[in-house]
């Protein structure tokens, strides 16, 4: 690193990078706001429905090969599964 032209390429690349980032952020930060809150929006739905025991519309959030560990059961279960929770709750009053 003693050659200072290679130090001023490797400046200038940083530079680059630096500026690059700069002016894309804006961009990046409204994206995610805009992604954070379609998030939280599926957030709210998906609790509303479970809050209204609406199991179709529960059930359409969840894709058709869904396959997971849920922490209610000890095995893998598939979608025609994922309302169980909410059926072992609404049971119980």
């Given amino acids: 690193m003693s050659n200072p032209c290679m130090l ?28 954070e809150q379609a998030l939280w929006n599926l957030e709210h739905i998906y609790w509303r429905y479970v ?18 560990l849920l922490s209610v ?7 025609d599964h994922i309302t169980d929770w909410i059926t072992s709750q609404t049971i119980k009053g």
């Fill in 8 to 35: 001023l390429v490797l400046c200038v690349m940083m530079g680059s990078l630096l500026a690059g980032s700069a002016s894309s952020e804006g961009k990046t930060q409204a994206q995610t706001s805009k992604n």
């Fill in 51 to 68: 809050q209204d025991n609406n199991l179709s519309a529960y059930l359409s959030l969840w894709h058709k090969d869904f396959l997971g």
């Fill in 73 to 79: 059961s000890s095995a893998p279960v598939n979608k």
